[in-house]
């Protein structure tokens, strides 16, 4: 049972005290999942990597609530996941269910009424089955082909019987999963992108190429421009710098409203070349917008030339930082 408090303690404390308690149980929990992590996981692993299909994940209860985040994460991290609900299942989602796929089935006792439909259809047409219960000896994990015990660990809420710590390590243990599945699979930030292509997660994974000005838009002149006209071209490309070029079209400097200041004595006189600071920092296209950001913000500066790294070392663009803060990355 829970512990319960003293008349001289104050409400704050005793809240403070049960949730450290709760987190500590759960931690503790947690240590025990990390230990316990054997052969049969990777052997999940194995399985999971060797499916045409896609993997049914199923749990009803918090269990359920569970496998839908998991679905949710396999599915996001590049392994094709479906969440089926048991009850459900029964009344013709078994259909969802195709040789070929793979089922996980979540059950802290392993002996969820409601699971045994989906269990059956999977012994029938030989579809793999991969259990994760905390009893070793229960139907669930004795019919699976792959069976993961979850270890004995104590639940947080006092009482033993409310899903606390067993659901964490659920949690826990299908994040695992996910994470092993894709750095196997070498998932990638842009692979990530490409599954998460709205909101504020798609925005901080927006390249510099998805967001710069290129072409005509691109703030240009050569090094023996006269700097009126090198003034120009800064006013009408509206960004407030302009690029220097060499003989060779490459970006060898820029001008900015400080480089304007420090030679206002016979500015007009002088050319771009003249008054422009030498190797400006620079951007790759291929590189992520939030990157951009940072550079932009060390330097205290609004905007960025782009440069291929790996090309000519001409501008392909220039980006701005009102750019990155429509777009959400900011």
Known sequence: MAPTSSPTERPTEVFLATARRVIGIEARGLDMLANSIGDSFAEAVERILAVRGRVIVSGMGKSGHVARKIAATLASTGTPAQYV?????????LGMIAEGDLVLILSNSGETPELSDIIAHTRRYSIPLVGVASREGSTLLRQSDVAIVLPDADEACGTGVV???STTMTLALGDALA???ME???FTADHFRAFHPGGRLGARLLKVADLMHGGDAVPLVVAETPMGEALLEMSRKGFGVV???DAQSRLAGIITDGDLRRNMAGLLDRTAGAVMTRAPRVVAPGAIAETAVAIMKDRKITCLFVVDPEGD????GILN????LRAGVI
């Open 85 to 93: 609900h048991p009850a459900e299942a029964s009344h013709g989602d």
């Open 163 to 165: 899903p606390t710590t």
């Open 313 to 316: 070392g001409r501008a392909a």
């Open 321 to 324: 930082i009102h750019d990155c």
């Open 184 to 186: 196997h699979r070498r």
């Open 179 to 181: 994470v092993v599945l």
């Open 243 to 245: 690029g220097v070029t």
